[in-house]
């Protein structure tokens, strides 16, 4: 690898992006760019300095062992550029973490932050679960995210806030023969002695597993025995094609081949998802942040809880210490 005199930061960044997704197109989601786009940054990068820094299959994408040498010192680079520009009154991006490139809520509350502050940059990042990007907000990699707060260990909940933004209706993914798909909404009673894939075994989503718990807690359902982790969305339909479990999520869940999406119903379960933050955070975008999860929850009624709507006990305590 030779270096040349000069490295855009930007085409770091690209590489940066796409050795942590190893996968191009969630990249390119990550950085809101074409794929196209994604990709010439990163053959113009491996040109500069004389060396292949993935290796490409049809199949996956892989750190060759020049890539490998270089993530810690591109990331090394572009927090100093961050400091650099915060130090000068030039405001680092805010980075703000989705969960996943559909997740409604958060997506939603980013589009509209945006548009309340158009002069800051504000940038999606994915990583599946609250839990997982947890341990980033608190080492300072990331600046917020979305999900269930009391869901969290407490040890993690300690160095961070939170603020309620929706209480999203739960739901259930089934196939499409499944005996309970001819259902408009499925009673959780009916689940009795179905096993059901609420993500145990993923370290990124064990918020949502004990959700999972403590929702059929006493009316035998079990939860699935962890599966292969699935990145991406074809891979796991995949999997579920071929366990062929019921899925637990919520009601804006997208659209995979050969299922339905049905309410759980009697009683309505909800996903309590905050906006999360670490504590002391300072960020020009961040109020506007803040201000687009308000507005978004007022206007949607997000915040609306159905007369038999069922959050679990430890959520309740969180819900009210916010109010």
């Not at 010192?73 to 915060?86: K, N, S």
């Amino acid at each position: 690898m030779s270096a040349p005199r000069h490295l855009d930061p930007r085409l770091l960044r690209a590489f940066v992006t796409v050795a942590e997704e190893l996968h191009f197109t969630r990249a390119a989601a990550r950085l809101y760019v074409a794929q196209q786009a994604l990709s010439r940054d990163v053959r113009r990068l491996e040109r500069e300095l004389g060396a292949e820094l993935f290796v490409r299959s049809t199949r996956q994408v892989a750190l060759s062992a020049d890539g490998e040498r270089l993530l810690p010192y591109a990331r090394r680079v572009l927090r100093a550029q961050d400091e650099l520009l915060t130090a000068f009154g030039e405001a680092r991006p805010l980075l703000v973490d989705l969960n996943f490139p559909d997740q409604d809520t958060a997506r939603r509350v980013l589009h509209r932050a945006r548009e309340l502050a158009p002069g800051h940059e504000l940038m999606a990042r994915y990583e599946s679960g609250l839990t997982g990007a947890a341990a980033e907000l608190l080492a300072g990699r990331l600046d917020a995210s979305f999900g269930r707060f009391a869901g969290l260990d407490a040890s993690l909940r300690a160095g961070l806030e939170h603020q309620l933004v929706r209480y999203e209706p739960m739901a259930l993914v089934l196939p499409e023969d499944h005996r309970l798909a001819s259902l408009e909404a499925v009673p959780l009673a009916a689940l009795a002695g179905e096993t059901v894939y609420a993500g145990a075994g993923n370290p990124r989503t064990a918020e949502w597993t004990d959700l999972a718990r403590r929702l059929f807690d006493g009316h035998d359902i079990e939860i699935a025995s962890p599966v292969p982790l699935a990145v991406g969305d074809e891979e796991f339909g995949r999997i579920m094609a071929k366990l062929r479990y019921p899925i637990l999520a919520v009601v804006s869940f997208p659209a995979m081949p050969e299922t339905v999406l049905r309410r759980l119903v009697e009683p309505v379960p909800l996903s309590p998802v905050s906006l999360v933050w670490r504590k002391g955070l300072m960020h020009p975008g961040f109020d506007a942040l803040r201000r687009a999860a308000r507005e978004l929850s007022a206007e949607e009624g997000w915040l609306r809880r159905p007369a038999k709507g069922w959050i679990p006990a430890t959520d309740e305590t969180h819900v009210r210490s916010i109010y």
